[in-house]
């Protein structure tokens, strides 16, 4: 049972371009959460999906970032006319069922802004 | 409220010693308490978790213990190791709320 598979792993933008972040949760799950993590610190919510459903955006910054989880396909995390403070690790989460309780991690995308 | 704080910040501990982390929280509402570990590069791993209707869990060498008066919670890894060489970050959530509220994470060193 494949665990949850983010891509890329590292990435490399230069100010103003676009990132795409993709996770594929595990295998069953329904229920995908995604973190950002700066040096030095802990993890930070920042949204949580459904299929094809956003639910919580609370902890996502409302410019430049989008989030999305459709029918088909992984979930996407878009970050548009990046700057050098979104350089970070994102990290995703999956889980069974909705709740704070056994997230499992991928192994992250760290972002370098150039 | 939404806070988890934990200490120390960075521990260094002989092999075969015994590790201590803490953590403290305010929100009376959190109800888990995961613990999950961090190697360079990789995501964290759930590694052991409480409910606060228990005052300990002990799984291997990893024990919770929990303090609900207080308000704390501590990872004990006993006969520590080199490959426990890692990032140890506490969580907390309620049952209600699917955001895992984290700690800012404690660097632990094992020296041989």
């Known amino acids: 049972n494949a665990g949850v598979m983010q891509n890329p792993r590292h990435l490399v933008r230069r100010r103003g371009q676009e990132a795409r972040l993709r996770c594929s949760p595990m295998?069953?799950?329904?229920?995908v959460y995604w973190y950002r993590q700066l040096p030095e610190e802990g993890l930070k919510f920042m949204v949580y999906?459904?299929?094809?459903?956003?639910?919580?955006e609370s902890g996502m910054p409302k410019e430049r970032f989008s989030a999305e989880f459709p029918k088909e396909g992984p979930s996407i995390l878009r970050i548009q006319q990046v700057v050098r403070g979104d350089s970070a690790a994102y990290f995703c989460a999956s889980s069974e069922r909705v709740s704070g309780y056994e997230q499992y991690f991928g192994p992250g995308t760290r972002l370098t802004v150039t | 409220q939404q806070q988890v704080k934990q200490s120390p910040q960075s521990l260094i501990v002989q092999k075969g010693g015994i590790s201590i982390i803490n953590c403290a929280y305010e929100n009376t509402a959190f109800d888990y308490f995961p613990w999950y570990q961090q190697f360079p590069g990789k995501g964290p791993a759930l590694l052991i978790a409480?409910?606060?209707d228990v005052s300990e869990k002990k799984e291997g060498r990893f024990t919770i213990s929990f303090n609900k008066s207080a308000k704390q919670f501590s990872l004990h890894i006993m006969d520590s190791q080199p490959g426990d060489s890692a990032t140890y970050f506490c969580?907390?959530?309620?049952?209600?709320?699917?955001?895992?509220?984290w700690g800012a994470g404690t660097k632990l060193i094992i020296k041989p």
């Open positions: 999906l459904q299929k094809e459903n956003i639910i919580d």
């Open positions: 295998k069953g799950h329904s229920h």
């Open positions: 409480i409910r606060p």
């Open positions: 969580a907390a959530s309620g049952d209600s709320n699917y955001q895992l509220i």
